[in-house]
C-alpha cells in the first residue's frame, strides 16, 4: 500500500508541474523526526527554513497503520474550545504566481464533529475549502457553496493535489482515493485576497456549531507546497 501511494503521488506531481510551473519549496513536512504521542515539532526540520506548524490543540504524532509511518492526527480533543491548526509556510514574495499543495491523508470514520480543511493564505483568506460531514465532502469556492463532490469512508487514503494560477484566478484538485476519485479544473478561487500574501496555509477546523463528542478525526502525511518557478 506504502508503496501504491508513492506511485499515485509521482503521477499527480508530474502532472502539477505541467499546471502550475512547481518551483522550490515552501512548505515541507512528514514528521518522520516526531515522537509518537507528542504535538509535531512547529519547525520541521530540514528545508525548507521558516515554514511552521501551528495548534492550540486536538494535534498529536501517531504510528499510521494505514500509511505504515509517524503521520500527524488532528482530532476533536475534549475541552479544546476553539480546535484548529495550520501549515503555513516560509515567507514568499507577494508577486507569486503559482501555488502547488500535496498531502496524503484519512479520515478516521465517518462519524466525527464536522471539520474543514482550507487552502488559505495570509490571515486565512481561502482560495477554496472541503468540508467533511457524515461521509461526504462539500465544496466551497468562487462558485459552490458546500457542493457536494463525493463521499468517503473510514480509514479511505486520500492523496490531494491542488494546482492554483494567479493569472486566471482559478485552481485544479484532485483527490485520488479507492471509493473514487475526485478531479476538478479551472475552478474560480473564493478570495482573489488569497494572492499577494506573503505566507501561505493549509488549515484544519472544527465547526464550532457541531457539538458531537467524537474524538475520531483526520491523520496527514508528507505535507508539501510549493511555490511559482523562476527563470
Known sequence: MKTKRYLIGLVLVVTSL???SCGPL????????????NAPNPNPPGDPSGDQISGNCGIVVVNSSVFDSKAMRFFNEPGCPINLMWFQSESVATSNNFLNYTFTGYPESTNHRKFTISFAAGHFRSAFSITYDGGTMYLTDGDYNNHNIGTYSSNQNQTFLVGLNRTTNTYALTISQDGGNVQLNDRPVKEPEFWGQSNYLLYLFYDSNDTSSSANGY???????????LD
Request: aromatic share 12%; net charge negative; proline share 0%.
Open 18 to 20: 505541467i499546471f502550475t
Open 26 to 37: 515552501i512548505f515541507k513536512a512528514n514528521f518522520d523526526a516526531d515522537s509518537v504521542g
Open 219 to 229: 491523520v496527514l502525511d508528507n505535507v508539501t507546497m510549493n511555490k511559482e518557478k
